[in-house]
């Protein structure tokens, strides 16, 4: 069993190089994902146990990267809670019924987690029976989830969501609380499935000033840690964009942060406690750059981060769907090839 993901996630991997995985490792650019999508939907393959398992394996064979994540998504949360989802070509997400009225709140259904989630849960069991490498489980944070719920979609300026959390605060709070409630289901139920770590993706964090970020995001993201705090099982706070509240996140004790891009780890390590595992934060855009590019920026990352026993490789968002393979697997051969600079004090 390769265990260097969860060593990383709990601060204790002192003698080996940095774990790697990739978000959205399992996606487009494989022309094997391709082939299946070709013969089914994306709601099939997110429900269908087999095909779950089929495309969680797909990087797993191909890359060599030191943990699984879950083929599913995040929006299967807003499945159970009553919202009609699909998705289509060219536009993503497309939610029939979204949350607009506070009506619509009121009249939200009990999550039905086990009904709308079988195949996730009998996919994560069979997983395990497979996997050498760690099983990473995952939710959508509740602001990123609820965006989707009353946008109906993907939205660039989230105007429906920002209205909804300024004109009716409390109604806001209501839905994120509901929300809450579904993911902390989905995720303990993950868990017992199987999964041995959580990150929690808040991919529109960004869309919030800092008060409000305050106000709605932090409270959600404690109350998901405190309700997973039992199992033990660690979680990864992905917040795009909130490289300026890292500190606030760190309070509250994740496992671990996934930064994005534009950040600077070392900044980030200086701002945080050294309990709290650093992931990240390779520029997925660097994937289109040539080999020699890629592999020279990875070392550096590397470097920069050498000697962090808390540090795991992984790009700053997920791969993009028109990279090339070749520049995938370059990226994973990267770290695992570089040489530690040993009169680099690296902390
Ligand atoms: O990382 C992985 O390989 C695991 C699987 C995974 C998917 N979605 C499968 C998927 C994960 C972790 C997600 C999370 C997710 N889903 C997020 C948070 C992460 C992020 O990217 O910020 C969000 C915002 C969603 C919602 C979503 N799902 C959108 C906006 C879209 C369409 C746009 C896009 O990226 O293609 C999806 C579809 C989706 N989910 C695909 C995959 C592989 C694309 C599938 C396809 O078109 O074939």
């Known amino acids: 069993m390769n265990n260097l993901f969860l060593r990383a996630l709990r601060g204790h991997n002192e003698d ?16 094997e994902y391709q082939a299946l999508r070709k013969k089914y939907t994306l709601m099939e393959m997110f429900h269908s146990a087999e095909l779950i398992e089929q495309v969680t394996l797909l990087p797993i064979d191909m890359l060599g990267v030191d943990a699984a994540i879950l083929f599913s998504d995040i929006l299967l949360t807003a499945e159970a809670l009553g919202k009609e989802l699909t998705f289509e070509k060219g536009k993503g997400p497309v939610i029939a019924n979204p949350v607009r009225s506070l009506e619509d ?10 009904q709308g989630h079988r195949g996730v849960f009998e996919g994560i069991r069979a997983l395990r029976k497979r996997l050498d490498v760690p099983l990473i489980g995952f939710a959508g944070a509740p602001l990123t989830v609820a965006s989707y719920m009353i946008e109906g979609g993907s939205s660039k300026d989230m105007k429906h969501t920002r209205l909804l959390l300024w004109d009716h605060p409390t109604h806001f709070q209501r839905l994120l609380d509901r929300i809450s409630q579904a993911i902390i289901q989905c995720l303990q139920q993950q868990i017992q499935a199987g999964v041995q770590a959580i990150q929690l993706f808040d991919s529109w964090a960004q869309i919030l000033s800092h008060k409000d970020f305050v106000r709605f995001c932090l409270p959600s993201y404690k109350k998901i840690l405190d309700a997973l705090k039992p199992t033990s099982v660690p979680v990864i706070i992905f917040g795009r964009g909130t490289a300026a509240y890292y500190q606030e996140i760190a309070a509250l004790n994740p496992a671990g942060i996934s930064v994005d891009w534009p950040c600077n780890l070392r900044h980030v390590r200086e701002a945080i406690s050294s309990n709290v595992a650093i992931q990240g934060n390779f520029d997925p855009h660097l994937l289109y750059a040539s080999e020699s590019v890629i592999v020279e920026r990875v070392w550096e990352m590397l470097r920069e981060m050498e000697g962090d026993p808390a540090y795991i490789f992984n790009l700053g968002h997920g791969v993009f769907p028109d990279v090339s393979v070749s520049a995938v697997k370059t990226v994973v051969e990267a770290v695992k090839t570089y040489t530690p600079q040993l009169t680099h004090s690296g902390r």
Do not use: C, K, S
């Open 105 to 114: 709140i009121a009249a939200l259904p009990e999550p039905d987690i086990e």
């Open 16 to 31: 080996e190089r940095p774990p790697v995985w990739l978000m959205r490792q399992a996606g487009r650019y494989m022309p």
